[in-house]
C-alpha cells in the first residue's frame, strides 16, 4: 500500500483530526511551548480516545514514519514533535476523575496539571506534581515531577499506582505493581521510552490551602540566604517546600514599582499548614536578613500552581541547562552569584530544588528516577520572547552550567534537559541505566518510541 492509502485508511479508523501541512490548524498544532522549536512533521494525530492511539501507532508502523509523542508539548527539547514525521498528539484526551474514597485520581494522557488540580481541589487533594499548573502530566510525570509537595510527599512517580499504555506494536497493557511490574519500574523516572500513556492512576493526598509565596531579597544579602537556606531546607518539617531562584522582579503588579526589574533572589515557599506555624518556621530568616519584598499568604493550591504562569506564557525562546548536586559549597555559592547576577533578560532564572524528606525515603533502584541521592536539583533557563536574544541567552546558560557543572554529581534530571546526546542520558540515569535498556528490549525492541531522552534497547 502506498503511504498516501495508508493515510487515507488511517483517516476513516480515526476519530480526531489528523492535519497534514496543507489543512487549516497545522501550524497551531505543531507548535510547542518552546518557541525555539520549529519542527515540522508529516502529521498530527489529535487523538480522542485509545482506539486512536491504537490506530495511530499501527498506521506509523505499517508506513516507516517516526513518532513523536505530545503530552503537554511544554519539554524544553521539544521532545513532543518530530521533523518530517507522526506527532500523536494526546492534547485532547483530557479527562480527570477523583475517587474521594480511596483519594485516586484518574488521569487522561493528554491533560495539563491546571487539569488535575482544578479537579482534585474541589475535594480537599492534590497530586504532587510541579510549580507551574501549564506544564503536561505525561512529561512530568514520566520523567519524576518535582514541586512543591515533594518534601512531603515525594516524586510524583512515588504518587503514580498504575498507568494505561499502548505499546510500540500497537498493544493495549496496564503497568503496575500487580501487572508488568517491570514495565511500571521503567515507567517511573524513564521518560516516553516505553509507549504511550493512555491514562494515569495517582494517589493523591490531602492538600487543599497553603500558606505559600515568595520571598525576595536583594542580591547583596544572596550569599548569606543560600548559606541558611541550604542547612534550613534539609531540617525544616516536611509540611514546609520552599526552592531558590535568582530571579529577576516581574515589572508589574504585585510587585512595588520600586523593585521592578531589579535582579535579585528569592525563595518561593508552600506550607501545608496553619498560618501561625508557618510563621514561627519563618521567622528566624525574617529577623536573619528582612526579605525586600514577600508575598507570603494562604491560598488555595490551584492559586499557587498557577501563580508564574503569566511570566511564563507559551511561545517563549528556552534554554534549559540543568545538573544534580550533592552539596552546596561556598565555592558553588560564589559562582552561583557570579552568574545569577548577569541574568540576561528579566525572565531567565536558575532555580534550586531540594530533593530530601520524602524523596530519598525511596530506594535508588526501587524506581528508575537516577538520583534518588541528590540532594539539589538544579536548572538555568535562559528565557526571552525575542528570537534576536537566542544567542544571548543560550551564551549565559552555557556558561553558568560550565562554572557549576564541576560541583555536580554527573548527571541530571531528564526533564530539566535538552538534547543533549546518549552519553548524557546515561549519566542521568546511572546504574539504572541497564535495567531500562533490558526493559527497553522487551517493550521496544526496535527503538519505535526515540523522539525522547532516549534509552537504546540492550542488545539480545
Ligand atoms: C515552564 C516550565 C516549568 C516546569 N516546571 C517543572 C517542575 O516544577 N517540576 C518538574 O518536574 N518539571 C518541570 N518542568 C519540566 C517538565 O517536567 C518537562 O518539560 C516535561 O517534559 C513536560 O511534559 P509535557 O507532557 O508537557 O511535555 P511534552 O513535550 O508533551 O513531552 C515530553 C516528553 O514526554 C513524553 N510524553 C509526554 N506525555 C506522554 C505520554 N502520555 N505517554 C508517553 N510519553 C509521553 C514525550 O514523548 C516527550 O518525550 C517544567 C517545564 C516548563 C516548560
Known amino acids: 500500500m502506498s503511504l498516501q492509502q495508508t493515510i487515507t485508511e488511517f483517516r476513516s479508523q480515526f476519530r480526531g483530526n489528523v492535519l497534514a501541512p496543507e489543512d487549516t490548524g497545522y501550524d497551531e498544532a505543531r507548535k510547542v511551548y518552546n518557541g525555539m522549536i520549529d519542527r515540522k512533521p508529516a502529521l498530527v494525530a489529535q487523538c480522542t480516545d485509545v482506539a486512536d492511539v491504537i490506530a495511530a501507532v499501527k498506521m506509523a508502523r505499517a508506513s516507516g514514519l517516526q513518532v513523536s509523542i505530545r503530552g503537554g508539548g511544554h519539554n524544553a527539547a521539544g521532545l513532543g514533535v518530530c521533523d518530517d514525521g507522526l506527532v500523536i498528539d494526546l492534547a485532547p ?202 508575598l507570603f499568604m494562604a491560598m488555595p493550591f490551584p492559586m499557587l500552581q498557577g501563580l508564574f504562569d503569566a511570566v511564563y506564557p507559551p511561545g517563549l525562546q528556552w534554554y534549559w541547562k540543568a545538573d544534580f548536586f550533592k552539596e552546596l559549597s561556598d565555592e558553588a555559592i560564589a559562582k552561583h552569584l557570579e552568574h545569577g547576577s548577569q541574568l540576561p533578560t528579566w525572565q531567565s532564572t536558575m532555580h534550586l530544588y531540594p530533593v530530601n524528606g520524602n524523596v530519598h525515603r525511596v530506594g535508588e533502584n526501587e524506581t528508575a528516577f537516577g538520583y534518588r541521592d541528590a540532594v539539589w536539583s538544579g536548572v538555568i533557563v535562559g528565557v526571552d520572547p525575542d528570537p534576536a536574544n537566542r544567542g544571548k541567552i543560550v551564551d549565559w546558560a552555557k556558561a553558568y552550567y560550565e562554572a557549576l557543572h564541576p560541583f555536580g554529581s554527573g548527571g541530571a534530571y531528564v526533564n530539566f534537559m535538552m538534547e543533549e546526546g546518549q552519553e548524557r542520558v546515561r549519566e542521568s540515569y546511572r546504574g539504572n541505566y541497564q535495567r531500562l535498556a533490558a526493559i527497553k528490549a522487551k517493550y521496544d525492541p526496535e527503538n519505535f518510541f526515540r523522539v525522547n531522552q532516549n534509552i537504546r534497547p540492550a542488545a539480545a
Open 93 to 294: 484526551i483530557r479527562y480527570v476523575r477523583v475517587d474521594p474514597a480511596s483519594r485516586t485520581v484518574r488521569v487522561g494522557g493528554g491533560c495539563k496539571w491546571s487539569d488535575v488540580d482544578h479537579a482534585t481541589h474541589a475535594f480537599g487533594l492534590a497530586v504532587p506534581s510541579g510549580i507551574i499548573s501549564t506544564t503536561g502530566v505525561g512529561g512530568l510525570t514520566l520523567g519524576g515531577g518535582m514541586g512543591h509537595l515533594s518534601r512531603k510527599y515525594g516524586l510524583t512517580i512515588d504518587n503514580l499506582l498504575a498507568a494505561d499504555i499502548v505499546l510500540a506494536d500497537g498493544s493495549f497493557v496496564v503497568a503496575s505493581a500487580d501487572e508488568n511490574p517491570d514495565l511500571f519500574w521503567a515507567l517511573r523516572g524513564g521518560g516516553g521510552n516505553f509507549g504511550v500513556v493512555t491514562s494515569f492512576l495517582f494517589q493523591a493526598q490531602p492538600v487543599s490551602t497553603v500558606c505559600a509565596g515568595p520571598m525576595l531579597w536583594n542580591l547583596e544579602d544572596a550569599a548569606d540566604i543560600m548559606k541558611w537556606y541550604r542547612e534550613f531546607i534539609s531540617r525544616a518539617p516536611e509540611e514546609m517546600n520552599g526552592f531558590f531562584a535568582m530571579m529577576t522582579v516581574p515589572p508589574g503588579p504585585p510587585f512595588p514599582e520600586e523593585l521592578h526589574l531589579r535582579k535579585m533572589c528569592g525563595i518561593v515557599w508552600c506550607y501545608q499548614g496553619p498560618m501561625e506555624q508557618a510563621n514561627a518556621i519563618l521567622q528566624p530568616v525574617r529577623d536573619y536578613r528582612k526579605p525586600a519584598f514577600e
